[in-house]
Each structure stands twice: as structure tokens, then as C-alpha cells.
């Protein structure tokens, strides 16, 4: 596609549901990563994946958070058990190299109530 | 780990004036990027600069990696540069991940 797609825009759960969020990266751009933006904590770095590579998983910040990419495309990151300080942007970027520019997606604003 | 200070943390402009924001870093670093938020969140790069000066229309910006620390250079600013201005580093020990300091806030009045 034109541009990195995330979806949903925005998704409302209620705390202790699972969540999936799904990102689909430029085409053709092999590294992608899962950035967290949150009020108190800023912009933060969650997980990198790189071809075919084992992820760089050292931002995630429980063990309740994953994800993974298949086919060196699609990505997903999955919250368990959602608790309110998961409220948060998310926000996928793909980049044509590993290093590179990164393009940011629009985000999915997850509210946990 | 690496530290990313930037400063101002706000700014209020007249539209016209010009501006200059700053990135410190604490630590060496592979490359620098600078991101635009705009109003709606969106997340646009400006600059891939890890050292050196580039200009791209009214904005430039230059990093000195030897002093870490890089500038943003708006000229002539316009209603439509109000936003979030992020500095982001890959620090030299990372797999690649952008570390982000915490922005400056700028608005522009007409």
C-alpha cells in the first residue's frame, strides 16, 4: 500500500479482554516496528522485527503483550488480560532497511476502561 | 541507556517568525531522525541526519555527532507547522530502535 495501515483506529475494551492489533507495513519494507505512545511515558520502543530474523522483543513491557509478523508482512501485537495502564497509541513503523527512515502508521488508540 | 533532552518543551510563534529546536543526546549514536506530529497524531519524518546539514524547503536541520547534539531549523513559520517536533536516536548498541525524546510543543498563531 501507499502507506503503513493500522487497525483498528480506535478500539474501547473493557479491563482483563485480550485485544489484537493488527499493522500492514509499506510493501516491500523489511524491518517493522511497534512504538507505545502514552502520556506519562512518552514514546516508547516495544519490539523489531527484521526479515526473517528472532524479533528484538526487549520493549515489551510484560509478558502479557506479543506479537508477531507473518510472512514478513502483516504484523499483530496482542495485549492479554488488558489493564488500564495499557491505555495507550500504538503505533507500527516500517522501514525499507534495517536502520533506515521509519514510516509511521496512524496509530491505534486503545482505551481500557 | 541513552539520554534524549530537547528543548524547548513549548513553543508559541507568530506566524512568519523563525525558530530553532534542539536535540541533546548522551550517547553515541548510529543515526538521528526528526518526526513532525501534527494535530491529528500522525507521525511524519522530516530528516534522517546522522551528522551533517540538510534542508528540505523552510526546514533544516543539522547534527554534530561529536557534540551530540542536533538543531531544527523552522524559517518563515506557518500555521500548519503546529504540532509535536520528536528528535530520535538509534543508539550505537540497539538493533535498531528509535529512542525519542519527549518533544517540543510548537504553535503558531496567524
Known amino acids: 500500500g501507499a502507506g503503513v495501515s493500522q487497525s483498528p483506529s480506535n478500539k474501547v475494551t473493557e479491563k482483563g479482554k485480550d485485544v489484537e492489533l493488527r499493522c500492514d507495513p509499506i510493501?516491500?519494507?523489511?524491518?517493522l516496528y511497534w512504538y507505545r505512545q502514552s502520556l506519562g511515558q512518552g514514546l516508547e520502543f516495544l519490539i523489531y522485527?527484521?526479515?526473517?530474523?528472532?524479533?528484538?522483543k526487549s520493549g515489551l513491557p510484560s509478558d502479557r503483550f506479543s506479537a508477531e509478523r507473518t510472512g514478513g508482512s502483516v504484523s499483530t501485537l496482542t495485549i492479554q488480560r488488558t489493564q488500564q495502564e495499557d491505555s495507550a497509541v500504538y503505533l507500527c513503523?516500517?522501514?525499507?532497511?534495517?536502520?533506515?527512515?521509519?514510516?509511521f502508521g496512524a496509530g491505534t488508540r486503545l482505551s481500557v476502561l | 541507556g541513552i539520554q534524549v533532552e530537547q528543548s524547548p518543551p513549548d513553543l508559541i510563534l507568530q506566524e512568519g517568525a523563525n525558530s530553532t529546536l534542539r536535540c541533546n543526546f548522551s550517547d553515541s549514536v548510529n543515526n538521528l531522525q526528526w518526526f513532525h506530529q501534527n494535530p491529528w497524531g500522525q507521525l511524519i519524518n522530516l530528516f534522517y541526519i546522522p551528522s551533517g546539514t540538510k534542508q528540505n524547503g523552510r526546514l533544516s536541520a543539522t547534527t554534530v555527532a561529536t557534540e551530540r547534539y542536533s538543531l531544527l531549523y523552522i524559517s518563515s513559520s506557518q500555521t500548519t507547522d503546529s504540532g509535536v517536533y520528536f528528535c530520535a536516536v538509534e543508539p550505537r548498541d540497539s538493533s535498531y530502535k528509535l529512542i525519542f525524546g519527549s518533544g517540543t510543543r510548537l504553535l503558531v498563531r496567524p
Open positions: 513503523a516500517s522501514s525499507p532497511l534495517a536502520g533506515g527512515i521509519q514510516y
Open positions: 510493501s516491500g519494507h523489511t524491518a
Open positions: 522485527f527484521q526479515g526473517n530474523s528472532a524479533p528484538d
